[in-house]
């Protein structure tokens, strides 16, 4: 029996519970991208050029797709250890070009922050719905 701990993966690749300096060793691939990748929250900017992020969605929670391909690679390695596999390779190049969060990035931050109308609009929304007398 093998175990895979994604949980322990998660907990390394964590930028900020690990100080800035996150302890996961990315494949070889990440070495070669830009922006790098990383679990800081989503942020691209007015341009619409990433700046942070590339591991978890929009949610904050949920993988992107680079973060599937990260999850499929501790599942790869623990498969190799076992002898299941015969190595860790996964199509990085193909992973990166089908993450169009990476590739095509949103700048959504800026119009919540340059539009006080909206901003004000969506607090008034949430009034509404969760906070009801």
């Known amino acids: 029996m093998a175990i895979v701990d994604i949980a322990q993966a998660l907990n390394d690749l964590a930028y900020k519970r690990n100080a800035g300096s996150p302890p ?15 679990t800081k929250y989503y942020h691209a900017d007015e ?31 623990v498969m190799e ?4 596999v015969a190595d860790t390779n996964l199509d990085w190049t193909r992973i990166f070009a089908n993450d169009l969060l990476y590739q095509q990035p949103i700048p959504l ?25």
């Open 47 to 77: 341009n619409g050029v990433l700046k942070q992020g590339g591991i978890v969605s929009l949610d904050g929670v949920h993988p992107s797709v680079i973060g599937h391909g990260l999850i499929a690679y501790e599942f790869l390695k």
């Open 109 to 133: 931050r800026h119009e919540l922050y340059g539009h006080d109308d909206l901003a004000r609009h969506l607090i008034r929304f949430i009034k509404l719905f969760y906070f009801k007398d």
């Open 24 to 38: 996961y060793k990315l494949p070889e691939a990440f070495q070669y991208q830009y922006p790098p990748v990383n």
């Open 81 to 84: 250890q076992a002898g299941a």
